[in-house]
């Protein structure tokens, strides 16, 4: 059973940065290619970033340049850095694994407000 454990939002002004972090436990993290989805109030969770087991990495075209993924097999975990934030990137972060997913985490906030 995996448990996902997603950390690191906040309040931050726009352009600031912040970096998310999500810890999975449980076996075979390596094997996932793993995401980065948002969810602002109100709309549907939208996928924002990808990285796969070898560290391959694709990117919404709304973070493009702004947004790195990362992750550490051995540690199991998925980073996202986040820089020049804008208020339209407040959301909730989760990180999973494609269909089938595991069970959702409860998500870290982001607020980018001045």
């Known amino acids: 059973q995996v448990q996902l454990v997603e950390s690191g939002g906040g309040l931050v002004q726009p352009g600031g940065s912040l970096r998310l972090s999500c810890f999975a436990s449980g076996s075979f993290f390596s094997m996932y290619t793993m995401h980065w989805y948002h969810q602002a109030p109100g709309k549907e969770r939208e996928l924002v970033a990808s990285?796969?087991?070898?560290?391959?990495?694709n990117y919404a075209d709304s973070v493009k340049g702004r947004f790195t993924i990362s992750r550490d097999n051995a540690k199991k975990t998925v980073w996202l850095q986040m820089n020049s934030l804008k208020p339209e990137d407040t959301a909730v972060y989760y990180c999973n694994k494609g269909f089938p997913h595991f069970a959702w985490g409860q998500g870290t906030q982001v607020t980018v407000s001045s």
């Open positions: 990285i796969t087991s070898s560290g391959s990495t």
